[in-house]
Nanobody, 117 residues
């Protein structure tokens, strides 16, 4: 069983920056599709960004140009760099890993990001 542990969440002011980390308990980051989701109170869980095993990235329109999804295979870690944060970005952010062929997936426990003045 692979565990994903997110960290780096917290309280920031609008316009600020934050970097989230997701560390996998096994060396899977290089061979799984890694993604970040977020869920605001009373809202559905939405895909924020994903990165494939070959480095292709996807970003939701709402975060395009502000967020960057990256990975460090040696550290078995993925990062979500969030810049120019808006109050609308407030949510619990979840890390997800999915094997491209088997469909096996793992979810992290989530980390709270609050953007408020």
């Amino acid at each position: 069983q692979v565990q994903l542990v997110e960290s780096g969440g917290g309280l920031v002011q609008p316009g600020g920056s934050l970097r989230l980390s997701c560390v996998a308990s096994r060396n899977i980051v290089s061979s799984y599709v890694m993604a970040w989701y977020r869920q605001a109170p009373g809202k559905q869980r939405d895909l924020v960004t994903s990165i494939t095993t070959i480095g292709s990235t996807y970003y939701a329109d709402s975060v395009k140009g502000r967020f960057t999804n990256s990975r460090d295979n040696a550290k078995n870690t993925v990062y979500l760099q969030m810049n120019s944060l808006k109050t609308e970005d407030t949510a619990v952010y979840y890390c997800k890993a999915r094997h491209p062929f088997s469909g096996i997936e793992y979810w992290g426990q989530g980390t709270q990001v609050t953007v408020s003045s």
